[in-house]
C-alpha cells in the first residue's frame, strides 16, 4: 500500500471476525515492509491480548498493537507515516469515531441472514455519509447456497464487496495469540483488492 492510511475494522454485529482480520491484514502489510499499527479501540482487548499472549509465546507479532480511545483516533494526523489498522467494538462512540477518522472501512460479515441485515445496515450508514468502505465475507462454506446468496443480496444492494471470501476454518481459531504462519486464508487476496481500492 504506498499510499499511507486509516483503515477501520467495523461491524455493529459481535464476533464476525474483526480482530481476526486487522491482524491478517497488519500482517501482510507488515511482511511487504509497510511500517503498521493495530490500534485496539475495543475495551475487550482481543487484538491486544493476542499481541500479548503471542509476546508471552517468544513469538511476538511483526507490528504493534496499542490501546486507543477517542482522543487517541482524533489526534490521528493524515501525514501519520503509518499504516493504522483500527480494531473496533461492535458499537458505541469509539466505533463512529474510529469510522470517521478513517479513509477506508472493511465491514467483515458471516453469510448468514441475520448478519447480513445487520451489514446492510452499517453499509447503508456509510454509503450515505460516502465513506469508501467494502463488505468482506467471512466464515463462508464455499459453493454454498448461503454464500451464493450472499453475494447476490448485496449484488442486488449495489453496496461495495470484496471479492475475496475468507472460509469458515477452524483452525483460523487456533492462530489467535499467535502470529499467522505460511497460511493467510485467503487475506492475502483481500490485501490486493485493498491496495487496489486504495491506490
Ligand atoms: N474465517 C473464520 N472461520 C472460522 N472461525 C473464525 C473465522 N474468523 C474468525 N473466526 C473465529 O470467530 C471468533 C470471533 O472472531 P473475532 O474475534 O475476529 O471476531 P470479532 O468481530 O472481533 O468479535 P468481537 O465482536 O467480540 O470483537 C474467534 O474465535 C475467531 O477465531
Ligand atoms: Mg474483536
Known amino acids: 500500500m504506498e499510499v499511507i492510511m486509516i483503515v477501520a475494522v467495523v461491524n455493529i454485529k459481535g464476533g464476525v ?77 469509539i466505533t463512529d469515531e474510529a469510522t470517521s477518522v478513517s479513509d477506508f472501512v472493511i465491514v467483515p460479515t458471516s ?30 462454506e464455499p459453493h454454498t447456497i448461503a454464500l451464493k446468496s450472499a453475494q447476490e443480496y448485496f449484488r442486488e444492494k449495489d453496496s461495495s464487496v470484496f471479492d475475496a471470501v475468507i472460509p469458515k476454518r477452524a483452525d483460523l481459531g487456533n492462530v489467535y495469540g499467535q502470529p499467522f504462519g505460511s497460511n493467510l486464508y485467503g487475506y492475502e487476496d483481500v490485501y490486493k483488492e485493498l491496495e487496489e481500492a486504495t491506490n
Open 17 to 93: 471476525g474483526k480482530t481476526t482480520t486487522a491482524i491478517a491484514l497488519a500482517t501482510l502489510a507488515a511482511r511487504k515492509g509497510h511500517e503498521v499499527v493495530v490500534l485496539d479501540a475495543d475495551e475487550q482487548s482481543s487484538a491486544s491480548l493476542w499481541a500479548w499472549n503471542a509476546e508471552q509465546n517468544g513469538k511476538p507479532l511483526p507490528f504493534s498493537v496499542e490501546s486507543a480511545n477517542i482522543a487517541t483516533l482524533r489526534r490521528l494526523k493524515p501525514d501519520d507515516p503509518r499504516l493504522v489498522i483500527i480494531d473496533t467494538p461492535p458499537t458505541g462512540k
Open 111 to 140: 453469510p448468514n441472514s441475520i448478519d447480513l441485515q445487520q451489514t446492510s445496515a452499517v453499509a447503508d450508514n456509510l454509503e450515505e455519509v460516502g465513506k469508501q468502505y467494502a463488505v468482506l465475507i467471512v466464515r463462508a
